[in-house]
Structures are given as C-alpha cells and as structure tokens.
C-alpha cells in the first residue's frame, strides 16, 4: 500500500524559509505524480506545486513561483518543497499527494480529486 509521510512544517517569521518533505513507500510503478496542496483556515485546498520524479517535469502554482522550489530524490523515495520569502498568506496545513494514473502528469488543471493517497500533512505557521 502507498503510503506518504510529510515532515519539516513549523513556525517561522516573515522572510524565513522552511523545507518539507515527503516520504513515499509502496510505490510499485514509475509514472506518478506527487503534489504539494495546503489549506489555511477557511480556505478551500489548493494545489501549491507537482513534480513526476520519473522525469523530474514540475509545475508551481503563482503563489509559488519564484519563491517555493520543488525537487525529488528518488534513490530516498522523498519529495521536498524549499519554501524560501515565507508570507503569512502562506501559513496553512501542508499535504502531498500521489496521483497513480498511467499517463497522469503535472497540469494547473489537476484538482485535488485526481490524487489516489494522501499524506497526514504538516502545518506551516507564518507570523509577521
């Protein structure tokens, strides 16, 4: 069964910068997408960036351009998110997720009801 498991979430002020990771075991095919969403209070969820590990294609939202940088290490399984220039508009509930689909990719058009397993999440607080 696939499993993700994110870390690295916290507290920091306004400019600092925070790395999350995501862990994914059980993988048993190449193909898949991972995608970084978050929801802040009373917000809806939304996609913040995706990568395809296999061939290391990215997407970033426009609140994430510029500032959050996606990358995987796939001898490690892990999926990080570099959040560097925090704002407090960033403070949110942090989850990856994994999209399975044969032929699946990154696209602004992914919404969160195409991904298959979920992580717990990990929150992010910005304060100013």
């Known amino acids: 069964e696939v499993q993700l498991v994110e870390s690295g979430g916290g507290s920091v002020q306004a400019g600092g910068s925070l790395r999350l990771s995501c862990e994914v075991s059980?993988?048993?095919?190449?193909?898949?997408?991972i995608e970084w969403f978050r929801q802040g209070p009373g917000k809806e969820r939304e996609g913040v960036s995706c990568?395809?590990?296999?061939?290391?294609?990215?997407y970033y939202a426009d609140s994430a351009k510029g500032r959050f940088t996606i990358s995987s290490d796939n001898a490690k399984n892990t999926v990080y998110l570099q959040m560097d220039s925090l704002k407090p508009e960033d403070t949110a509930t942090y989850y990856c997720?994994?999209?399975?689909?044969?032929?699946?990719?990154?696209?602004?058009?992914?919404?969160?009801?195409?991904?298959?397993?979920w992580g717990q999440g990990t929150q992010v607080t910005v304060s100013s």
């Open positions: 997720a994994a999209d399975v689909n044969y032929g699946t990719y990154c696209s602004s058009g992914n919404t969160p009801y195409i991904y298959d397993y």
């Open positions: 990568i395809k590990p296999n061939d290391g294609s990215t």
């Open positions: 059980g993988m048993t095919r190449d193909g898949y997408v």
